[in-house]
């Protein structure tokens, strides 16, 4: 089992307030009114108007979700390589050094990638450095490439518990790469993860930790339905 792992930090969030929107409409119309009375010798004749107007009001609301951007970072990358590795070798997986095998065959490394600002917006590594990360796994071969990207938010105060809180997003895809072309086999989808703690840093590792076993645990699940493990 070899694994990618990229992890991004959270540099800025940009809160939007409720947008309002208020609709005031207004209307008015006259009666035009004739009256005529007689005491059968004379007769008087007269003219009124009268006024008539409503009001009526309504409006929208409408609220923007946060817009989060995220940065990779090399440090934060190694953390979670190390707790992904801990989770899988615990699961039973034999570990091999991708980025060992990757400098001896001239791929460019993850912090590479990071330090030259290779990486897709959403952190996902280019498509060609992929395939030959995948290539590399079958000329070894390996049983199965793992990549997984994790996304680390800023640190927060739980206004229950007066601890530091922090949030993990993660997920992951496992190809299997006996054979000439790798083949989806396993997938985690943007899982989240909480980790509560007396400090930021404390508090982030638990989240990592978390998001860790939980993917080990989901990976492993669908890798025994598919009886590949």
Do not use: C
């Amino acid at each position: 089992f070899g694994l990618l792992t990229v992890a991004r930090k959270e540099t800025s969030r940009k809160s939007y307030k409720e947008k309002t929107t208020d609709v005031n409409a207004s209307s008015s119309s006259s009666i035009l009114k004739e009256e005529s009375a007689s005491d059968g010798s004379s007769s008087v004749d007269s003219v009124s108007t009268e006024s008539i107007s409503s009001t009526s009001s309504g409006g929208s609301t409408e609220l923007k979700a946060d817009k989060v951007v995220y940065e990779p970072d090399v440090t934060l990358s190694s953390k979670a390589d190390v707790a992904l590795s801990a989770q899988f070798t615990d699961a039973g997986f034999e570990f091999k050094d991708v980025e060992r095998l990757a400098a001896r065959n001239d791929v460019p490394l993850i912090e590479d990638l990071i330090k030259s600002a290779e990486l897709a917006d959403d952190g996902t590594l280019p498509k060609k450095t992929l395939f030959q990360y995948q290539d590399l796994a079958i000329d070894e071969l390996w049983t199965f490439l793992g990549y997984a990207v994790l996304d680390v938010g800023s640190p927060r105060k739980d206004a229950t518990s007066g601890s530091t809180s922090v949030v993990v997003s993660l997920n992951m895809r496992v190809w299997f790469v006996e054979g000439d072309d790798p083949t989806v086999v396993a997938a985690v989808e943007d899982k989240v993860f909480e980790g509560l703690g007396g400090s930021a840093d404390e508090a982030e590792k638990l989240a990592i930790n978390a998001a860790a076993k939980a993917a080990s645990q989901i990976v492993v699940g669908q890798l025994q339905a598919k009886q590949l493990f």
